[in-house]
């Protein structure tokens, strides 16, 4: 029990639940953006997957974890081009397209992978990005470390909150961008082009997924093994619904998903006897709480979903 | 219309390569068939490029399937899922052995081999033995002594770790093993273990170092978890004197590591071997091939400079103890 009261302790843990949560933080974001223009985007995975290994290869020929990250952000829209076309241009069902990036990108990102490196079973790693300390912030007691001593990427993905926030219920911009998810034919009469922002949507959500993929191999670990992203693009599909789709609820989201997942492997190592599975249920019996707790007031975006026809009454 | 075209074009797209690969091994099918060769094929849930599980038993497939004249073949990053459609579809493409590397794939090697009499099965870390599937089965308990005899040796902190990538057999007596040969050998030590629950999570592996490290002070750890144990890894090269034994290749023989102190080496190629010539013969099936130290399948692997000339000889002692059964009764 002391060892939990401890300072240190603490200071780690929460360490551990901003490193956990960015990835995920960054995925959930660019999936709000993606809904908040009325298309379900369940290809998250994929998109994450192909963006780890875009960002490995870049970095690893480059030496420059930076271009690692925005060759993840291409690559990600790239991957996001071929479910926009189909779903907004062919006004096909976005969850089947979205599945099928998760079944496509890991395996291209896997393929490419073994053409670059030959069948090889030596394990290739890279230069990961460094912490850049704030400074005078990174100097506050516990907070600091926490907060300000991390690679640009994590600042960025927690700026990306405010700013969200901001874009949505301040700026004409975001208003208009709400629209269109949640009664297109309205926005469309109203002089706002649907199917443009429905595509500006997938350009932010797949180069956010793709940065949050690359995130894992330039920030996290240095290496590229496939099932790297290991169903963080589907937590982060949670965490948006989790979140009632603002940006705020979804910073809190992957903070409670962080810190569940860090608290669940700290209690396995305190206490070794304890069967794992029960531990390792603590994040998803956390989600379930809370949702039931809570319930669901507010929904989400009313045309989430559902193909937008110009031409359809 | 326009669209009709495009979703046509997408179509032809997306079809063609399937039909050029069905046409490509319809054609090896009936070349093979003249002249025999033995065909043999993996699956893995981590990928054979993890630096861990996956790479050696790819290497052992393909050092075995060079002594025997055998093609090879292997499918990595596939779920717990798709282990049984993927060997179906290799004992569909008439591959004479599929090779399981872990316990993991009990279940589904069974499922498959009795739709398919006539294919032959080696399963890993396995305990089934019928007529199409044979196991082999490197000796865990005798990996854990190894390992934990090494990390009761090596450690300053009196903490050492273990990371479990799932709770199988084979995995729980490693760990029970790792414990009691490293109280066996420093009593004063603690062990610490955690299941990452996954074996390709190298992020959940660096984790779960750092959390050790953080709240135990571990100074040696012993993975049994793929890609997972490269994460922890990673951690660890971040401090001067904490370090991590690697299995079940020799890691240091491959590659360069200021980490890695030592490996637990499973020789599977020799075992898988074995079962190809039963192959070969027609006698394969209803038995298990054992490996442990005394018929050399286990070996202590290169160490690196790290262990003192002092620890390295007490712990030779121990291995051969192991070896001949009394160091822990």
Partial sequence: ??????????????????????????????????????????????????????????CYITNNPYLGILAGAICGILVNMVYAFCTITLGAEQIVYGMAINIFAPALASFIYKIYFGINSTLISNTLMSAVPIPFLSKIPVLGPVLFNHSPIVYLAYLLVPFTYVFFNKTKAGLNFKAVGEFPKAAESLGINVIRKKYLASIICGGLAGIGGAYLTTCYIGTYSDG??????????????????MPGGVLLA??????????QLRM????????????????????????????????GPKANGRPFFKEER | MKKKWMALVLTMIMVIPGLVACGATGTKATTTASAKTYKIAMICDSTISDGGWGAACYNAMVAAAKDNGFETQYTDGISSADFASSMRSYADLGFDLIFAPGNQYTDAVKEVAADYPDVDFALLNGTVETKNIASILPDAKQIGYMAGALAGLMTKTNS??????????????????????????????????????????????????????????VDVMFGDASAVDSGAREVLAGYKDKYDIGQPSDLLAIQKSDVVICSVVTDNATMLGLCMKDVMAGTFGNKTVYGDLSNGALSVGTFSSAVSEDVKTQYLAAVEKIKAGTFIK
């Fill in chain 1, 1 to 58: 029990m002391e060892a939990i009261m401890n300072v240190n302790f603490i200071q780690e843990l929460l360490l551990s639940m901003v490193r956990m949560a960015t990835p995920i933080l960054i995925v959930a974001l660019a999936e709000l953006y993606s809904e908040r223009a009325g298309m379900v985007n369940i290809g998250l995975d994929g998109m994450m997957a192909f963006g780890a290994l875009a960002g490995f290869l870049t």
């Fill in chain 1, 254 to 263: 992957a903070l409670l998903f962080g810190f569940t997942d860090a608290l």
């Fill in chain 2, 160 to 217: 050492i770790g273990f990371i479990g990538g799932m709770e199988l057999d084979t995995t729980k007596a490693k760990l029970a093993c790792y414990e009691a040969a490293a109280k066996a050998v420093n009593p004063a030590v603690t062990v610490n273990s955690a299941y990452a629950g996954s074996f390709s999570d190298t992020a959940k592996g660096k984790e779960i170092a750092a959390s050790m490290i953080s709240i135990n002070d």
């Fill in chain 1, 228 to 245: 790297v992203v290991s169903g963080r693009g589907f937590i982060a599909l949670s965490a948006v619904i989790f979140g009632r789709w």
């Fill in chain 1, 268 to 299: 396995q190592v305190l206490n070794s006897g304890t069967p794992y599975q029960l531990l390792a249920m603590i994040p998803y019996l956390c989600t379930l709480f809370v949702l039931a707790f809570f319930g669901i007031k507010k929904a």
